[in-house]
């Protein structure tokens, strides 16, 4: 079992897309996939079908060790996939948890008392909110690698490098263990020539980190999230789903 986050403290990167679809595709391959929803927006909750009543119980209380995995941990439309839900809850206990001793290994203690759950699955996703709060440094703390999905244009180029140094920094002084597994190049628009440009740029200044495959742009991987479906299923056969499955492949070739 490796727990890889998902993260740049940039937004509007497609972070949370590229997440659940690249879960949703490991799902295609035969693999089991629990996704922890760390983004008090909950978008990840809600882009694979759970939506919350307000009596469930949610990340918070995961975080906050007032409820175990097995009573936060719900199942989405896919057999294969789960996912411990998240909403704006969240949001409002960062100050509690930025309170407690050790905040920033809170996530990962909370998995490590959880072992006998997470060893039935095959890999952890985390979804970290797009900044740089005391619940990304949780998600990166209790990972094994990190995946940067990332623009092509300038301004997310630019920002690359700080999302990169955090990562670095996080693992020199908190997590040894942290590995970068890739940058993943986002919602590509071959169309325009800053694309082409900013692949090359991308490749020259981080050699293989970067995938071989990124994602294409796509306007039904936009609506899917509502229908609460993954690509695969709201649009099969589309660019982007045999993005993701490519993505999907070669994220276990690099683990391996």
């Not at 509007?12 to 949370?16: C, H, I, L, V």
């Not at 206990?93 to 060893?119: C, G, P």
């Not at 040894?176 to 597994?181: F, K």
């Given at each position: 079992m490796k727990i890889i986050a998902f993260s740049n403290q940039k937004g509007?990167?497609?972070?949370?897309t590229a997440c659940v679809n690249t879960a949703a595709a490991l799902v295609k391959e035969g693999e089991r996939v629990l996704l922890l929803?760390?983004?008090?927006?909950?978008?990840?909750?809600?882009?694979?079908?759970?939506?919350?009543?307000?009596?469930?119980?949610?990340?918070?209380?995961?975080?906050?060790?007032?409820?175990?995995i097995e009573d936060v941990m719900v199942d989405s439309y896919l057999s294969d996939l789960s996912i411990i839900p998240s909403d704006t809850t969240l949001a409002h206990?960062?100050?509690?948890?930025?309170?407690?001793?050790?905040?920033?290994?809170?996530?990962?203690?909370?998995?490590?008392?959880?072992?006998?759950?997470?060893?039935s699955f095959d890999f952890v996703f985390i979804d970290c909110p797009p900044s740089l709060s005391i619940l990304t440094v949780n998600g990166l703390c209790a990972s094994d690698f990190v995946i940067i999905p990332v623009l092509c244009d300038y301004l997310s180029l630019e920002g690359l490098s700080h999302i990169i140094d955090t990562v670095r920094e996080i693992k020199s002084k908190l997590n040894?263990?942290?590995?970068?597994?890739g940058v993943l190049p986002n919602m590509i628009d071959r169309r325009l020539r800053i694309t082409e440009e900013s692949i090359v740029l991308l490749k020259k200044e981080f050699g293989n980190i970067v995938f071989r495959q990124g994602i294409s742009t796509c306007s039904r991987l936009r609506e899917a999230p509502s229908f609460g479906k993954a690509i695969f299923d709201y649009a099969k056969g589309s660019s982007a789903s045999d993005d993701f499955l490519t993505v999907a492949k070669e994220i276990k070739r690099r683990i391996k």
């Open positions: 509007g990167t497609g972070k949370t929803d760390l983004d008090p927006q909950g978008n990840a909750t809600v882009s694979v079908g759970v939506h919350l009543k307000p009596e469930d119980l949610t990340m918070a209380e995961f975080l906050l060790n007032n409820a175990r206990i960062e100050v509690e948890l930025i309170s407690r001793s050790k905040s920033q290994f809170l996530l990962k203690k909370a998995l490590e008392k959880s072992k006998d759950v997470l060893n040894p263990s942290l590995e970068i597994l």
